[in-house]
Antibody, heavy 121, light 106 residues
Framework: QVQLVQSGAEVKKPGASVKVSCKAS????????FHWVRQAPGQRLECMGW????????KYSPEFQGRVSITRDTSASTIYMELSGLRSEDTAVYYC??????????????WGQGTLVTVSS | AIQMTQSPSSLSASVGDRVTITCRAS??????LGWYQQKPGKAPRLLIY???TLQSGVPLRFSGSGSGTDFTLTISSLQPEDFATYYC?????????FGQGTKLEI
């Protein structure tokens, strides 16, 4: 079955970087686009960026441009999200999600379990 | 970025009630809208995509409608497992943006 399994919780100091992984299984990894979405406490969900797992092409939200990097390892069917220059406002749960594209529509049909990143001095 | 405004922010209802949640986009988004359900401590779950297409496995009491800038999610007869937070998501233009959520409470 389709599964996205993320790495565990992280605690980081302000100014540091964090790298979260998302391992895919149960489907052909390279035929999909994957997104990273975050949710700060009490806040709405926010899209951070996406990667085409086949081509490696990425696109980032202007909100995170310059601080976020999304990569993939096709041999491990894993995508990564690295966020740098962490500040307290980056404390959030980070999710990966699989993007399905069909008939000119797309949707997020599968999600990882979420990774809590806490930024605290 | 396109702004998505949901209403109401919270809603109290009872089992068996019919409820409607609305989502308004700051500009036209065709039918590029989905609805997601989230329970505490869990990842969002896709309910509806392309405004009105039910995701496989989602009960028929969920339905969606709308076009352009105004969209609705309707639950025809609330069940105990439906009490959760619901989000709309526009996937017309990146960055895709979510509504602020509607918390459905007993």
């Amino acid at each position: 079955q389709v599964q996205l399994v993320q790495s565990g919780a992280e605690v980081k100091k302000p100014g540091a970087s964090v790298k979260v992984s998302c391992k895919a299984s149960g489907f052909t990894f390279t035929t999909y686009v994957f997104h990273w979405v975050r949710q700060a406490p009490g806040q709405r969900l926010e899209c951070m960026g996406w990667i085409n797992a086949g081509t490696g092409i990425t696109k980032y939200s202007p909100e995170f441009q310059g601080r976020v990097s999304i990569t993939r390892d096709t041999s491990a069917s894993t995508i990564y999200m690295e966020l740098s220059g962490l500040r307290s406002e980056d404390t959030a749960v980070y999710y990966c999600a699989r993007d399905v594209f069909s008939s000119s529509y797309n949707w997020f049909d599968s999600w990882g379990q979420g990774t809590l990143v806490t930024v605290s001095s | 970025a396109i702004q998505m405004t949901q209403s109401p922010s919270s809603l109290s209802a009872s089992v068996g009630d019919r409820v409607t949640i609305t989502c308004r986009a700051s500009q036209g988004i065709r039918n590029d809208l989905g609805w997601y359900q989230q329970k505490p401590g869990k990842a969002p779950r896709l309910l509806i995509y392309a405004t009105s297409t039910l995701q496989s496995g989602v009960p028929l009491r969920f339905s969606g409608s709308g076009s352009g800038t105004d969209f609705t999610l309707t639950i025809s007869s609330l069940q105990p497992e439906d009490f959760a937070t619901y989000y709309c998501l526009q996937d017309y233009s990146y960055p895709y943006t979510f509504g602020q959520g509607t918390k459905l409470e007993i």
